[in-house]
């Protein structure tokens, strides 16, 4: 099932200060963004649906990461930004990457698109390496099939463009053969399929709000029927109020299409509700790798403490009385005893050396944590 977006009847402007949701009015009405939807309350609704979950995950690995580096800057005097990072992101989940601001989320996601060139380790999509030199054909293959929606909605559109040339332009060069018309008509779906008016299309992105701006921003990406969409932050500049709904849509067109996500965020409550599987990156290196709910009870690596322990409290009491923690890398000793990547528990993988190794497990065991 989709979110509310597709359920409730949408928003119109009845007039100056009267605002109303109902599917009664003419569908041309003028479309408004409804006031301070809460996103709390949104985001309960899109759990419920998860727990009635049509979703399929397969076991099919879709994207494989495997020791990924990548480096800034000279040969002699490099920034390395992402560590030797390994993941698998699986046919039809929500891959969650959660981490501080220049932590290397960005990075991961363009060397996937192939932005930025792997300094070492592979990608490999559908089984086929994608990163280093690839044929023609590979690389047009999945300029089609990889898509990224980017977090500001109000730089990534160029802004001189038309709605109708931003949402067609990366189907103009998979499909230079296209005709107008066709061309045309999958643009007006695309728009539908978000939840915005065809008209929109001869329109320009200053007309718009950024809630509507990044439904854009969506079709552009929807349009090409990709099979994998890197989203990143895709929520972090909107309006409070309307992030529920952006959130719902992309569940939505998920559920619809069988669609993969890396999902990119700094926020872990927004992860919560979205993601499969969260991996916790720090510094470029990730620290922490496990299914949403086992993150969430036994969250082990000092960091994703830390990020967990950040998130505010729904309950004002429990807010002021909470401790923040704060991680300080410093704790670990990994001049002799080296960290290494473990799976802990079943499908929970950390990083750490043999000394926290055992610390961890004895955490666990106290916990009551069985395998
Ligand atoms: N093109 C670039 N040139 C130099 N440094 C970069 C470039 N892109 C990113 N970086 C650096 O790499 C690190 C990771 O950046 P980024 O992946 O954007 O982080 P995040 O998305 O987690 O906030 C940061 O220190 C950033 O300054
Ligand atoms: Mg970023």
């Not at 309960?44 to 990924?68: G, P, Q, W």
């Not at 998979?174 to 107008?180: G, L, V």
């Not at 669609?259 to 919560?272: A, K, W």
């Not at 086992?294 to 009385?321: C, G, M, N, V, W």
């Amino acid at each position: 099932m989709g979110g509310d977006l597709l359920e409730r009847p949408p928003y119109f402007e009845v007039s100056p200060t009267h605002k109303a949701r109902t599917w009664l009015l003419d569908p041309r009405a003028p479309k408004v963004e409804p006031p301070n939807t809460s996103i709390a309350k949104a985001l309960e609704s899109n759990a419920k649906h998860a727990a009635v979950n049509t979703k399929k995950i397969s076991d099919e690995k879709l994207v494989e990461v495997k020791d990924l580096v990548v480096q800034f800057g000279s040969n002699r005097k490099p920034f390395v930004a992402v560590k030797g990072v390994s993941f698998d992101i699986y046919k039809g989940e929500t891959f969650g990457l959660v981490g501080e601001s220049g932590s290397g989320k960005t990075t991961i996601g363009r060397a996937i698109i192939r932005i930025n060139s792997a300094a070492k380790g592979e990608i490999r999509f559908k089984g086929e390496r994608i990163s280093g030199k690839i044929s023609k054909e590979l690389d047009h293959k999945i300029t089609q099939e990889i898509q990224m929606i980017f977090q500001d909605p109000m730089a990534s559109l160029n802004e001189r463009a038309k709605v109708d040339y931003i949402v067609s332009e990366g189907l103009m060069n998979i499909h230079p053969e296209m005709s107008k018309a066709e061309r045309d008509q999958r643009v007006a779906q695309a728009l539908l399929d978000v939840g915005l008016l065809p008209e929109f299309a001869s329109r320009f992105p200053h007309e718009f709000s950024g809630g509507q701006r990044q439904r854009i921003g969506i079709a552009r990406s929807l349009i090409m029927e990709p099979e994998f969409i890197i989203a990143d932050e895709p929520i972090s500049a909107l309006d409070v109020s309307i992030r529920a709904q952006v959130l719902n849509l992309l569940s939505a067109m998920q559920q619809q299409r069988g669609l993969t996500y890396l999902f990119i965020s700094h926020d872990l409550s927004v992860m919560r509700f979205i993601a499969d599987r969260i991996a916790v990156i720090h510094k470029g290196v990730i620290v922490e790798l496990a299914d949403t709910e086992e993150l969430f009870a036994y969250p082990l690596h000092p960091y994703t403490r830390a990020l967990l322990s950040a998130i505010p409290q729904p309950d004002p009491r429990s807010e002021k009385h909470k401790v923040l923690e704060v991680y300080d890398p410093a704790i670990h000793n990994y001049t002799v005893d080296k960290p290494r990547w473990v799976e802990i528990r079943p499908k929970h993988y950390i990083t750490c050396n043999e000394h926290e190794l055992a610390q961890y497990q004895e955490k666990l065991a106290r916990e009551g944590a069985a395998e």
